[in-house]
Each structure stands twice: as structure tokens, then as C-alpha cells.
């Protein structure tokens, strides 16, 4: 017993360990099942998942015959007493002592003793010989979400030990299929967030810019005939905003089709956020670009991350007259300098609770980018990014 527990401790360490590395749900799964077949007596193993129109799923199994879409009855292996609305009381109270022993002749049963309703043509094909059966539930919220079946030898007599090893892998189970939902949920919950900031960017910036150049144009007829002068000075500013419109619609895509970030050049990119500032803050920016290879996606990513964000400091903090993009990217690896002559700050009083600075730090440590942040109070801020291919990542 005890090399037994030796056995299935290293098991269980390394399905967290494919839990934490994120592999797919389905191969995890899969895993506990061939790992339940490796303890004696146990001759199969199966995995349901209940599913949102009330059935079950198998979604793994090892040991036995296995089906494409093999769907089951939720109620297939409770007993005639205990209805669903009885399973699912019990399970919401979260009292699933009661519940087990509504369905103990079930959990625990010799197949070949199941009533002809419950064994159905395709249930006998799943099982293949009459055999014990024990079968565990798994939740969510408090809620059936699937069973956890195991298979034993048909003369083997079971023991409380064998449930509490069902009960571990159950429990292996439940935490498998919870964080894969979790994880779901929070890449469900990312991309809505998301989706809420480009409505807000566009409604700031691109519709606002419009509303701005159609009530110029509106009035320039007006204008015009009154003073010419200012009429051109009006004709230039409904200019300056529809550039501004088209730069920020621009930027807004790159966002919405991330894929654009490493397909196009990253002077291309540069020279675009460059616009947005300019147009934006009427803060010129000028972008000095030698770009004689490619870096590595990853490099690229992180490269126009970090000026994006040095280019919003500037707009927000700085109170500056100009600034400059410098890049240059070479066989050895790429440098990418961002210069303003604003107002700047005393780094030594700057703490880990500036956001802006934390995030280029994170993105030049992605790739083991080197950053560099330079300034002083009413001198100016330079960011510089210098990456060497040699001792950063290998090229795609």
C-alpha cells in the first residue's frame, strides 16, 4: 500500500505539472485515465462531463472501447429513488454525503445487477464483461458536473481503499476541468475588456475627431466669405483632424488585428504611432528608421509596445516641444531610442507603482531586451531598447 501511495503521489505531481503548463484539457484527462488503469484490479477508466442540454459526454476513457460522441442520459446510473430534482438539491446544499447514500447501490454495483433500462446496447459494448462498477461524481458550484467511472475485475471484492483512490482521482478530475473553465472565463472576460477599451478609443478619438472636422466644414462656407485668412486656418485644422481621424483608425486596426504587428515593418508601425501623437497632442515626432533585416515577432511585438507606451508618457507627462523615434535593426540584433525635450523626472524617486515604466520594463525582460531610462528634471527623457541577437532568442 504504501508503494501504492509512492505511485500515485508522483502521478498526481505530474498532472498538476501538466495542469500548471497549460496543456490541453483533453490530453490531461486523458492521462488520469491511463493512470487509473495502472492500479491492480482496475481494468478501465472513464471520463463524463455533463453537458448544458442535461446529458453526459464522454470526454476520456483508457482500458475500454472508446466512442466519437458517445452522449448518456444524465440520470443513466442513479438509482430509481433519487430523481433530478432530488440530485440536484442535494448537490446545491453541497451535501453530498446525503447524496451518496441516496445512490450508494449505484456508485457501487455489479454491472451484470443493473437494471435492463440502464443498460442500454451501447452501455454494454462500454462494458464489456459483467464487472464492478464504481462510479464518483465531480462539481462545479456545488453542481454535478460529471462522473469519474472505474472498472474492476469481476471477481475482485472492492475495498474502502479503492474508494478513497476513486475519490483522489475524481478529485484530479474536478481540478482539470474547473481550471480549464476558469481559464475560459478569463479569456472570455480579457477579450470583453478589451473590446470595451477600443469602443472607448474609438469614441474618443476617431468619432470625436470627425464630429470636430464636420462641424468646421459646417461653417467654413460661412467663414471663408467673411475672412479669408481665417478661413484657411479653418480649411487646415478640418485637415489636421480627419489625419488625425485616419491615423487613429489606423492604430485601432493594428489593435484589432494583432497578426498586423509582425507582418508589417516596424518602421511602418513606428511611423503610424508617430501620426497619432503628432495629429493628437500637436507634439511633432519624427522617426529615424534603418531597418536592414527583421527582428523575431516577439522582439518586434515588444518593440512597438514599448514605444507605444514611451509615446503615451510623452503625450500625458512630458509638456514637451518634440520628440524622435530612432531605430536601427541589424544583423547583430536592434535598437529602438525614444527622445523627448519635456519637462522630465528624477528616476530615483520613480517607484515600482508607475505603471507605464513597470510595462516596458516587463516587455524588454520578455525577451531579454536590455532598457534603459534616462532623465532629468527639465531635461528631457530618453527610452532605449538595445537587443542582441547572440544572447537573446533565436530568429523564427
Known sequence: MTESHRVLHEYFYDVLTLINEDYPQEKVLQKIAVGACQF??????????????????????????????????????WHETASLSEVNSLTEMGR??????????????????????????????FCKTPQMLLVTPFYMNHRINGF???????????????????????????LVVNNARLREQAMQ?????ERNRLGRDLHDSVTQALYTANLMADTLPAVWEHDTNKGLQQLSDIQRMVKLALAEMRSLLVE??????????????????ANVVSYRSKIPVAVIAHERTRLPKEVQVSFYRIAQEALNNVTKYSNANEAKIELSVHAAGGLLRI?????????????????????????????????????QIGGGTTIQVIWDRHAGRDDD
Not at 455533463?50 to 475500454?64: D, H, P, V, W, Y
Not at 469519474?148 to 481503499?161: G, K, L, V
Request: net charge negative; with cysteine; glycine share 4%.
Open 40 to 77: 491492480e484490479h482496475i481494468s478501465g477508466a472513464a471520463i463524463f462531463q455533463r453537458e448544458t442540454n442535461a446529458s453526459l459526454r464522454l470526454i476520456a476513457c483508457a482500458g475500454i472501447k472508446s466512442y466519437e460522441n458517445l452522449y448518456l442520459p444524465l440520470n443513466w446510473l
Open 256 to 273: 484589432l488585428r494583432p497578426v498586423v504587428l509582425v507582418e508589417s515593418s516596424l518602421s511602418d508601425l513606428l511611423n503610424q504611432l
Open 189 to 193: 472576460d480579457a477579450v470583453k475588456l
Open 339 to 375: 527622445r523627448d525635450d519635456g519637462r522630465g523626472f528624477d528616476p530615483s524617486n520613480i517607484t515600482g507603482t508607475h505603471m507605464g515604466l513597470r510595462i516596458m520594463r516587463e516587455r524588454a525582460n520578455e525577451v531579454e531586451a536590455d532598457l534603459k531610462i534616462q532623465s
Open 148 to 174: 469519474f467511472a472505474m472498472c474492476f475485475d469481476p471477481a475482485h471484492q472492492f475495498n474502502t481503499e479503492e474508494y478513497a483512490l476513486a475519490r483522489a482521482f475524481t478529485k484530479q478530475v474536478e
Open 96 to 125: 453530498e454525503s446525503q447524496l451518496v447514500a441516496a445512490l450508494q447501490e449505484v456508485y457501487l454495483a455489479q454491472w451484470a445487477e443493473l437494471s435492463s433500462e440502464l443498460k442500454t446496447p451501447v452501455l454494454e459494448a
